[in-house]
Nanobody, 121 residues
Framework: QVQLVESGGGLVRPGGSLTLSCAASGSIFAINAMGWYRQAPGKQRELVASIRSGGTTNYADSVKGRFTISRDNTKNTVYLQMNSLKPEDTAVYYC???????????????WGQGTQVTVSS
């Protein structure tokens, strides 16, 4: 059973920083890509950033230059460093692991439970 556990959300003032973490657990021997999505009230879930196992990254235009995604393949963990936060970054942030290879099941995708990020003065 694969589980994604997120941490690091919270309340921060505009211009501040937060770091999100997401650890995947289970009988995993490879994960193709890990990423972060967010969903604000009344809006669709959108991709924030993703990173492939080889290190290739992809960012939404709205966060380029402010957010940095990284991963530790040995720990099956992905991080999102968020700087210069704006009120419009307020959302529930969800971790995603795509193409997860385990000992027992075919490759599958998994989601974390979500963590709230609120940017407000």
């Amino acid at each position: 059973q694969v589980q994604l556990v997120e941490s690091g959300g919270g309340l921060v003032r505009p211009g501040g920083s937060l770091t999100l973490s997401c650890a995947a657990s289970g009988s995993i021997f490879a994960i193709n890509a890990m990423g972060w999505y967010r969903q604000a009230p009344g809006k669709q879930r959108e991709l924030v950033a993703s990173i492939r196992s080889g290190g290739t990254t992809n960012y939404a235009d709205s966060v380029k230059g402010r957010f940095t995604i990284s991963r530790d393949n040995t720990k099956n963990t992905v991080y999102l460093q968020m700087n210069s936060l704006k009120p419009e970054d307020t959302a529930v942030y969800y971790c995603n692991a795509a193409g997860v290879y385990t000992e027992d099941d075919p490759p599958n995708d998994y989601w974390g439970q979500g963590t709230q990020v609120t940017v407000s003065s």
